[in-house]
Nanobody, 118 residues
Framework: QVQLVESGGGLVQAGGSLRLSCAASGSISRINVMGWYRQAPGKQREVVAVITSGGSSNYADSVKGRFTISRDNAKNTVFLQMNSLKPEDTAVYYC????????????WGQGTQVTVSS
């Protein structure tokens, strides 16, 4: 089993910054993809950014140039540095890990609230 624990959410004014962290524990494969997704009220969950264990990353167009995803493989931790935050970034942010041991399996954290005030 895999557990994901997020931290770092909160309330910030527009233009401010926050840094999210997600620590994974349990049976973690050396090869995996970790990422951040978000879900705003009344909207579907959407991908924000993902990063492979090799360091390749991709971003949603809405956050390119403002958000940076990174990871520490030794600690099975992924980070999301969010700068120039906008009110439309307000959402619950979820950490995700996808790996293949027996089968492709996706794990989710409990979510952390990010609120950006105008």
């Amino acid at each position: 089993q895999v557990q994901l624990v997020e931290s770092g959410g909160g309330l910030v004014q527009a233009g401010g910054s926050l840094r999210l962290s997600c620590a994974a524990s349990g049976s973690i494969s050396r090869i995996n993809v970790m990422g951040w997704y978000r879900q705003a009220p009344g909207k579907q969950r959407e991908v924000v950014a993902v990063i492979t264990s090799g360091g390749s990353s991709n971003y949603a167009d809405s956050v390119k140039g403002r958000f940076t995803i990174s990871r520490d493989n030794a600690k099975n931790t992924v980070f999301l540095q969010m700068n120039s935050l906008k009110p439309e970034d307000t959402a619950v942010y979820y950490c995700n890990l996808v790996q293949t041991i027996v089968a492709v399996t996706s794990y989710w954290g409990q979510g952390t609230q990010v609120t950006v005030s105008s």
